[in-house]
């Protein structure tokens, strides 16, 4: 089983910046990626950035030049810069953890981001 904490999140005026953090503990050893999904109010939840442990990364076009996703295996975090952010970009930000034949290991609690003037 593995848990995953989340932190970061806030409240942010458009324009600015906000860093999200997630580690991860328990049987990672399985672990093949792990990323962010949002989940705004009204709408399902969508796939934000994925990194896998080769260090390749999948962004959601609409974060793509704004968002950057990293990972630091030796610390087993994963964490999520995002610049630019838009009202838009509003919503729970949930980390998860995949194994490698593609099934979720496990979710973080979630975490809000809200950009609003």
Do not use: H
């Amino acid at each position: 089983q593995v848990q995953l904490v989340e932190s970061g999140g806030g409240l942010v005026q458009p324009g600015g910046s906000l860093r999200l953090s997630c580690a991860a503990s328990g049987s990672l050893f399985s672990i093949n990626a792990m990323g962010w999904y949002r989940q705004a109010p009204g709408k399902q939840r969508e796939l934000v950035a994925r990194i896998n442990s080769e260090g390749s990364t999948n962004l959601a076009d609409s974060v793509k030049g704004r968002f950057t996703i990293s990972r630091d295996n030796a610390k087993r975090s994963v964490s999520l810069q995002m610049n630019s952010l838009k009202p838009e970009d509003t919503g729970v930000y949930y980390c998860f953890g995949e194994y490698k034949n593609g099934r979720v290991a496990g979710w973080g609690q979630g975490t809000q981001v809200t950009v609003s003037s």
